[in-house]
């Protein structure tokens, strides 16, 4: 009888015990949370276009080649992030040598194929923007509104905080000059290289 009472003790302690024993995180769960996040992106990219522009008015064509400088922010949802960039260039026409000065500002959607989140370090993306631009030649200006769709990677290769970034898409624009009402439509192709930095 006594060791009948003696292992009944036993037994009900040992539940006990296990029902009061907080069962320990993994370690990868912990590991997850001590990652920093990447909730902001402060973006830079030098971009190569290449522009083939058309007057509405004459059909005349010409092709330009530029070098962008682009600065941005996005904020970023995991899935897609949401920002904004603004560009300056300079162009040479190969047909005249003359230069022509640009400004774009640009609101910028990624969608990301895997989550952008701490512990991912290659992130494949679509992109999509919308934006306006101004240039200048000479004496001329003229203004418009730009579009463009293209398919990128995120490469976090030295922390959880740092991306290396390569993107190719095409694009659009339509432009015009108020004081002759010539309009010019423009379709470029793109490959951009750059950094993300995330806080």
Excluded at 32 to 46: I, N, S, V
Excluded at 165 to 181: F, H, P
Excluded at 186 to 192: D, H, L, R, S, V
């Amino acid at each position: 009888m006594k060791h009948l009472i003696a292992a009944l003790v036993l037994t009900t302690s040992a539940n006990a015990f296990a029902q009061e024993a907080p069962v320990p995180a993994s370690a990868s769960q912990e590991s997850h949370q001590d990652l920093r996040k990447r909730t902001h992106g402060m973006t830079w990219e030098l971009t190569s276009n290449n522009m083939k522009a058309k007057n509405k008015d004459t059909n005349a064509e010409s092709e330009t080649t530029s070098t962008d400088s682009k600065f941005g922010y996005l904020y970023n949802f995991g899935r897609f992030e949401l920002g904004g960039a603004f560009s300056s260039s300079t162009d040479k026409n190969e047909d005249t040598g003359d230069k022509t000065t640009a400004g774009t500002f640009e609101l910028i959607g990624h969608i990301n194929i895997i989550k952008n989140e701490p512990g991912e370090d290659l992130i494949p993306y679509g992109v999509l923007s919308l934006g306006s631009l101004v240039m200048e030649s000479g004496t001329t200006e003229v203004k418009g509104s730009t579009a463009s769709l293209g398919f990128g990677l995120k490469w976090f290769p030295l922390s959880e905080i740092f991306a290396l970034r390569a993107e190719l898409g095409a694009g659009s624009a339509t432009l015009k000059n108020d004081d002759t009402d010539v309009e010019v439509e423009i379709k470029a192709t793109y490959f951009n290289v750059g950094w993300s930095f995330y806080f």
